[in-house]
């Protein structure tokens, strides 16, 4: 069965800093992954995807995400933040067979200072 | 663009009543999933749907139910509320995993 793992619960960064949110995750075989984004008192809201092909990938909002099958890791970027990415972002594996389910991580919250 | 949508944003209900959340979506999608989302704990899958009248247990799916009479409705149903079922409640709908799915605003449930 799939899991993520995202070892950090909280992170705060400045405002124009650039930011990286670690994700890692357990699957037999190359899986499909995502990144979500909830603002406050929203739902979730798609940023990127993998699933074959480069490695790199770009997302909405400035965001990217690179792959690293070595390292079973898909973590997010972004070069400099702005106080409007100030939410909660959910890394998410999916099953390339099988049910066609999204297993999530425990999510990391973001601030932005100022 | 693809719309789900909870009928309810917020409820408080009493410890031992039935409870109904319903979740409708506009795009014909097979697949359908509702998750509950808890501070620490990120999302956990409860049960999910890929046809009419299918489904299939997630991880946590003890107290709950669920009905899916129309491709378009999915609801989940705690038979008997109790106070650790108090948290936010997510519905989704897309085509394949592949696609990435679209999420409801959630339903954040008081049981007191």
């Known amino acids: 069965a799939q899991s993520v793992t995202q070892p950090d619960i909280h992170i705060t960064v400045s405002e124009g800093a650039s930011l990286e949110l670690r994700c890692n995750y357990s699957?037999?075989?190359?899986?499909?992954l995502f990144w979500y984004v909830q603002s406050p008192g929203q739902g979730l809201q798609l940023l990127l995807k993998?699933?074959?092909?480069?490695?790199l990938v770009q997302g909405i909002k400035g965001f990217e995400a690179e792959f690293k099958r070595s390292q079973s890791s898909f973590n997010l970027r972004k070069p400099s933040v702005h106080w409007s990415d100030a939410a909660e972002y959910f890394c998410a594996v999916g099953a390339v067979q099988g049910a066609q389910k999204l297993v999530f991580g425990q999510g990391t919250r973001l601030t932005i200072n100022p | 663009d693809v719309k789900v949508t909870q009928s309810s944003r917020y409820l408080v209900k009493r410890t031992g009543e039935k409870v109904f959340l319903e979740c409708v979506q506009d795009m014909d999608h097979e697949n359908m999933f509702w998750y509950r989302q808890d501070p620490g704990l990120g999302l956990r899958l409860i049960y999910f749907?890929?046809?009419?009248?299918?489904?299939e247990k997630g991880d946590i799916p003890e107290g709950y139910s669920v009905s899916r009479e129309k491709k378009e409705r999915f609801s989940l149903i705690l038979e008997s509320a109790s106070t650790n079922q108090t948290s936010m409640y997510l519905c989704?709908?897309?085509?394949?995993?592949?696609?990435?799915?679209?999420f409801g605003s959630g339903t954040r449930l008081t049981v007191v």
């Open positions: 989704a709908s897309g085509v394949r995993v592949l696609s990435g799915y679209t």
């Open positions: 993998y699933f074959s092909g480069d490695t």
């Open positions: 699957y037999g075989a190359t899986p499909y």
């Open positions: 749907s890929y046809d009419v009248k299918m489904k």
